[in-house]
């Protein structure tokens, strides 16, 4: 029987509960033993029937050293930093997946994944360690997803995708076989990614641009600036 501790009581973590409940239910060995938040004033409390147990210090007991940890927060910048701090303290990393999740046999996945229900991970596609896929989620044949990338509700990858580490990709957004999208850049939701986009930036709209082409410049010169970026972006 596996334990697990989810870090983070937020929505996200408690959503994570609900996902690890249902394993439960369905028949995995696991137990959860609550969250751990840094939040004081949730220290004690209980939170969607689960205790609050405290926060990292919890782990002070060298019996507890054996309670695995999902991290679960919504923000793949924070995600990372608890991933760091857990792994600082000696801590293992536990997944958490749904019943209702889809995995090929012939898919791949690191430590510490998400899956809500209705996910899907096709085969020959890989999800580095920490990456979550939300409700109906999914990743298509031989696409590869970096560590710490969440795919929010309905987010969808064709097969080929590439979708570097730490990205945040909108819900209900899809990516086109084949492409790019750099590590640590926002995927606007309903977004249509056809071309590649870069690391670092926010990209919206249908076909998806980068959002901070049109805010790093004056408002007067902004029309001009879309024109250059449609002729520079790449492949287009
Ligand atoms: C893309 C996103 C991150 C931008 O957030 P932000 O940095 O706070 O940007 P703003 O809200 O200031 O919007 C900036 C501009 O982009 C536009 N914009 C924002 N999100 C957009 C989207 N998804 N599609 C199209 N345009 C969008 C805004 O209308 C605004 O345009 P303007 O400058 O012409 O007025 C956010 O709007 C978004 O789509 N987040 C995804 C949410 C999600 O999937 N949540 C799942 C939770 S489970």
Redesign the pocket.
Known sequence: MRRIAIVGAGGHGREVADVLRHAARAGEALSIEGFIDENESLHGREIEGLPALGGWEWFDRPARREVQVVCAV?APNICRKLVLRARALGLSFGDAISPLACVSPGAKLGAGITLFPHAVVGVGARLGNHCIL?LGASVSHDSVVGDFTIL??GARLAGNVMVGEGCNI??QSSVIQGRTVGAWT?I????AVVRDIPPGV?A??VPARP?AV?RTLGAGAQSAVRAITQAVTPNS
């Open positions: 919504g939300n929010n509700p909108g819900m926002t606007g939701a309903g977004a926010t919206v709209g959002l049109r």
